[in-house]
């Protein structure tokens, strides 16, 4: 399988900063990578589909790119609503992997 | 409106079965995949098998496979995730989602979870 490794695993920042998040494949994916945003409570929710596509809807300030084994997404301008978990999604293998999840605390 | 809509929340005993669905409407169900994915408490997102209703060609992670089956019915537009003999480290929150294919795959809309509770 492809082990998929998020870094770091949590992060604290403040409104306004500019945040990155990395996912590292254990094998070249290809461009085959997609971000999620979790927040309490809720269903994950898609904002960034193979690798660098914005999900209809969600805000600009979030951004990704990547390609082969390492892939990153920035959000540009934390807003409040953005403190939540993270994780990214290879579809490249017949088996999907996630990775750990990176949590983004308010500092 | 594409809407994932999944069963309610169970409370079990270790070792009885159970079978939670995911009913999919708003958009042609056979067409597109559906995935389940797993969510201990306080843990991450686990991704744990796939299947495509048109034909029911079903992929498992091995960390699943043999622990749980997915299968679906066309006739209700509705995908089933079953444990014939429940444990209690099946606790979690199960999300039902939807693959789609664009230039590679990526999971598009969820259903709001369901929650299981074995104890």
């Known amino acids: 399988d492809i082990q998929m490794t998020q870094s770091p695993s949590s992060l604290s920042a403040s409104v306004g900063d500019r945040v990155t998040i990395t996912c590292r494949a254990s094998?070249?994916?290809?461009?085959?990578l997609n971000w999620y945003q979790e927040r309490p409570g809720k269903a994950p929710k898609l904002l960034i589909y193979?690798?660098?596509n914005l999900e209809s809807g969600v805000p600009s300030r979030f951004s990704g790119s990547g390609s082969g084994t390492d892939f990153t997404l920035t959000i540009s301008g934390l807003q409040p609503e953005d403190f939540s978990t993270y994780y990214c999604?290879?579809?490249?293998?017949?088996?999907?992997?996630f990775g750990q999840g990176t949590k983004v605390e308010i500092k | 409106e594409v809407q994932l809509v999944q069963s309610g929340a169970e409370v079990k005993k270790p070792g009885e079965p159970l079978n939670i669905s995911c009913h999919g409407s708003?958009?042609?169900?056979?067409?597109?995949?559906i995935a389940w994915v797993r969510q201990k408490p306080g843990k991450g997102l686990e991704w744990m098998g796939i299947?495509?209703?048109?034909?029911?060609?079903?992929t498992y992670s091995p960390s699943f496979q043999g622990q749980v089956s997915i299968s679906v019915d066309k006739s209700t537009s509705t995908a089933n995730l079953r444990w014939s003999g429940l444990k209690a480290s099946d606790t979690a929150m199960y999300y039902c989602?939807?693959?789609?294919?664009?230039?590679?795959?990526?999971?598009?809309?969820w259903g709001q979870g369901t929650l299981v509770t074995v104890s």
């Open positions: 989602a939807r693959g789609t294919r664009g230039t590679t795959y990526y999971l598009d809309y």
């Open positions: 708003g958009y042609n169900f056979v067409a597109f995949w």
């Open positions: 299947i495509y209703p048109g034909d029911s060609h079903t």
């Open positions: 094998q070249s994916i290809g461009r085959s």
């Open positions: 193979s690798t660098f």
């Open positions: 999604l290879q579809t490249y293998s017949s088996v999907w992997t």
